[in-house]
């Protein structure tokens, strides 16, 4: 078994092997760039949030449920 520690920007608490790792396709690579846009777009909604008023914040948490596909949908067709 080959343990060898991540580059210091990733986590550093899991070990990975060259030999043992499977590569990803490039499909994988493009859909995990688009989680990371997702993220960023997350954070971008929470540092809105503070500013908006309580009948903004209700209107923009019902259309965040109401949006499909959801988090869970993406979720659940990964499982």
């Not at 490039?26 to 997350?42: F, H, K, P």
Request: proline share 10%; net charge negative.
């Amino acid at each position: 078994m080959c343990l060898r520690p991540l580059p210091p920007t990733m986590e550093p608490a899991k070990f990975y092997c060259e030999d043992e790792a499977m590569p990803l396709s490039g499909e994988a690579i493009r859909l995990m760039n688009y989680i990371d846009d997702v993220s960023v777009t997350l954070r971008r909604v929470l540092a809105f949030i503070p500013s908006l008023s309580p009948e903004e914040r209700l209107r923009v948490y019902n259309h965040l449920r109401a949006a499909k596909p959801s988090l869970d949908d993406v979720a659940q067709a990964l499982e």
